[in-house]
């Protein structure tokens, strides 16, 4: 089946038609992918803006649409199925991609599947992977979530462990902001970590014991207190060695809660998704951890860790084949209830 996709949880526009072919989508191919990006809008202010984020997304998702269509040689004729993220993230910026879905399936009689956004970070690994199939763990990490679950099947995710303050990703970011990076600084944090070192400063790195559960608050504060002990003492920072060592201390906290939930669950199979999969760091400590206990990891490419309408398309169509079906009125929600799913 053709699935259109659309994603606007946040920061980027993003619009995808993609094949899913086989029982469970064993040929899978990203037929577009086109994604706007306001990171050079939100950087003005350090961070994302909600109302800025829903006008650009506005601006946005009509042309991209044209776009993504285009670019696969298709018109709404050729596609199956709808499909659009409804749930995390910021309501006025999901508002626009679930409102212009609903417009688009309801004009054109096709069948509309919500998505939730961290279920679509993980079936990212699907496109690469086709051995890929359920049970299997998935940790999810991005700006806005940090989350490692069990996907019993494709669409029936149970919560494991999640960050009980912030997400890595905003650690991350608000880290760098401190560092004077621009918005958003994880990519470039990654960078000056490669040319730092990483025992350079000890930071705590959190591992929550009897749970699988994480946190990063203490670590950004650490980095804040390091860097606000620095300009009173008149000593120079070394932007490199801050990013090598708060790298290290975020490495040792995600594979200390993976280590204790593996002892728990002897996971054979791990997805690793979002935003930050994208740190090459986190990408080759998690991959030691996976080769040390012998389970398969599974990475999307760092193209598809980031936000991107393919994701949507790939979990959409586990989602309508189970009959997961929405209709019109479909709404956005900010948060998907006490667990994110
Ligand atoms: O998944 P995503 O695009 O959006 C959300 O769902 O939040 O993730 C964006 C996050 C940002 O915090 C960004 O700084 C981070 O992913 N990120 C990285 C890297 N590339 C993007 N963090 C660390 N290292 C990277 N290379
Ligand atoms: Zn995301």
């Given at each position: 089946m053709i699935i259109l996709a659309f994603e606007s949880s946040c920061d980027e526009t993003s619009v995808a038609v993609a094949e899913l072919l086989g029982d469970s989508g064993e040929s899978r191919r990203i037929l577009s992918n086109k994604t706007a990006t306001q990171i050079a809008t939100h950087a003005l202010y350090g961070g994302v803006v909600p109302e800025i984020a829903g006008r650009a997304h506005t601006e946005a998702i009509s042309g991209l649409c044209y776009e993504a269509l285009s670019a696969a040689g298709m018109t709404m004729k050729d596609i199956d199925a709808v499909a659009v993220t409804a749930t995390p993230g910021l309501v006025g910026a999901l508002l626009v991609g679930v409102n212009f879905a609903k417009g688009l399936a309801l004009s054109y009689n096709?069948?509309?599947?919500?998505?939730?956004?961290?279920?679509?970070?993980?079936?990212?690994?699907?496109?690469?992977?086709?051995?890929?199939?359920?049970?299997?763990?998935?940790?999810?990490?991005?700006?806005?979530?940090?989350?490692?679950?069990?996907?019993?099947?494709?669409?029936?995710?149970?919560?494991?462990?999640?960050?009980?303050?912030?997400?890595?990703?905003?650690?991350?970011?608000?880290?760098?902001?401190?560092?004077?990076?621009?918005?958003?600084?994880?990519?470039?944090?990654?960078?000056?970590?490669?040319?730092?070192?990483?025992?350079?400063?000890?930071?705590?790195?959190?591992?929550?014991?009897?749970?699988?559960?994480?946190?990063?608050?203490?670590?950004?504060?650490?980095?804040?207190?390091y860097l606000n002990g620095c300009a009173q003492k008149g000593e120079p920072v070394c932007r490199e060695d801050v990013a090598a060592s708060f790298t290290k201390a975020v490495c040792d906290s995600v594979t200390t809660q993976l280590e204790a939930a593996w002892k728990n669950y002897r996971f054979e199979r791990l997805v690793f998704a979002g935003g930050v999969a994208a740190n090459s760091h986190l990408r080759r400590r998690i991959g030691d951890f996976c080769r040390e206990h012998g389970v398969k990891l599974y990475m999307p490419s760092v193209p598809l860790c980031g936000d991107n309408g393919a994701m949507i398309a790939a979990q959409a169509f586990f989602e309508y084949h189970e009959g997961h079906l929405a209709n019109s009125s479909l709404n956005?929600?900010?948060?998907a209830g006490k667990s994110v799913f």
């Open positions: 096709k069948p509309l599947i919500a998505v939730n956004h961290v279920k679509g970070h993980a079936a990212a690994a699907y496109y690469e992977n086709p051995d890929l199939k359920a049970p299997f763990f998935a940790l999810v990490a991005s700006g806005g979530h940090t989350s490692l679950t069990y996907v019993k099947t494709p669409t029936e995710f149970v919560p494991v462990g999640r960050t009980r303050d912030d997400a890595v990703g905003e650690a991350f970011d608000k880290s760098a902001r401190r560092l004077g990076l621009p918005y958003p600084g994880g990519a470039e944090m990654d960078r000056l970590a490669s040319a730092g070192n990483p025992d350079a400063i000890t930071f705590p790195s959190a591992a929550l014991r009897g749970s699988f559960d994480f946190s990063f608050s203490g670590l950004k504060t650490a980095v804040m207190n956005a929600k900010a948060t």
